[in-house]
DNA sequence: AAGTCCCC
DNA sequence: ACGA
């Protein structure tokens, strides 16, 4: 496709970061749309503590957490309807993210919506409760800068620092695609349209 | 364990 | 470290 993309950086095997690759005015706009239809939530962990990341899901299978579990589903448990459509602008950036990244062929059928403010972390966690994972994740920063981090296919270990601003494109698949990461505390910044928050866009292909 | 707590 |  475009070659043309030169400011992309391989953080390790499997992983690619493109900055400023993604339209982020464009994506804001859809955003709203679809959090009109599927708000913001905070889910429970299994043990019962809560996520301080506020989420939601648009695309066929949204991503659930609550005493229950971690699965996917195709309804909404707060509205009883299924996720808001994902937005053509949306799939199209995730399929051209991952193909300039060496993963042809994505087809994502889920995009987890998370929201961070000043404050909000994400613990080391992997992404594996798709069903498929020769597929990558593609994951798409919004808003104000994060301190990202990935380790390796274990949890413990050092880890390799990322810094995501918005517009920023990073795609993890092939030998990195169940590797452990997270996200470090979120400092106080602000954006000129986004104000003092991070948005996160990930794509999935859940089934 | 996508979190919390506790000790160095 | 914990117990999933």
Redo the contacts with the bound molecule.
């Keep these: 496709m475009r070659d043309l993309f030169s400011d992309s950086v391989e953080i390790c095997p499997g992983m690619v970061l493109l900055r400023d690759f993604a339209d982020s005015a464009a994506l804001q706009g859809e955003l709203e749309s679809v959090l009109m239809a599927a708000p913001l939530r905070r889910m429970q962990?299994?043990?019962g503590?809560?996520?301080?990341?506020q989420t939601s899901n648009c695309g066929q299978f949204g991503?659930l957490?609550d005493r229950q579990?971690?699965r996917y589903s195709d309804i909404d448990p707060l509205t009883g309807e299924p996720w808001p459509v994902m937005p053509v602008i949306f799939r199209q950036l995730a399929e051209t993210a991952a193909e300039l990244a060496g993963f042809p062929g994505f087809r994502p059928d889920a995009c987890?919506i998370?929201y961070y403010q000043p404050g909000t972390?994400?613990?080391?966690?992997?992404?594996?409760?798709e069903s498929d994972c020769d597929a990558p994740i593609v994951s798409v920063s919004l808003g104000i800068n994060a301190r990202f981090f990935v380790l390796g296919s274990e949890?413990r270990g050092s880890s390799i620092p990322v810094n995501l601003s918005d517009g920023d494109v990073l795609v993890f698949g092939g030998p990195a695609r169940l590797f452990?990461h997270?996200v470090r505390k979120l400092k106080f910044s602000e954006h000129p349209r986004f104000g003092p928050v991070r948005w996160n866009l990930?794509f999935r292909k859940a089934l």
């Excluded at 503590?49 to 990341?53: E, F, L, P």
């Excluded at 972390?121 to 409760?129: F, K, S």
């Design positions: 962990t299994s043990r503590s809560y996520m301080s990341v991503w957490s579990g971690y987890l998370n972390q994400m613990g080391a966690h992997q992404d594996r409760d949890r452990f997270g990930t």
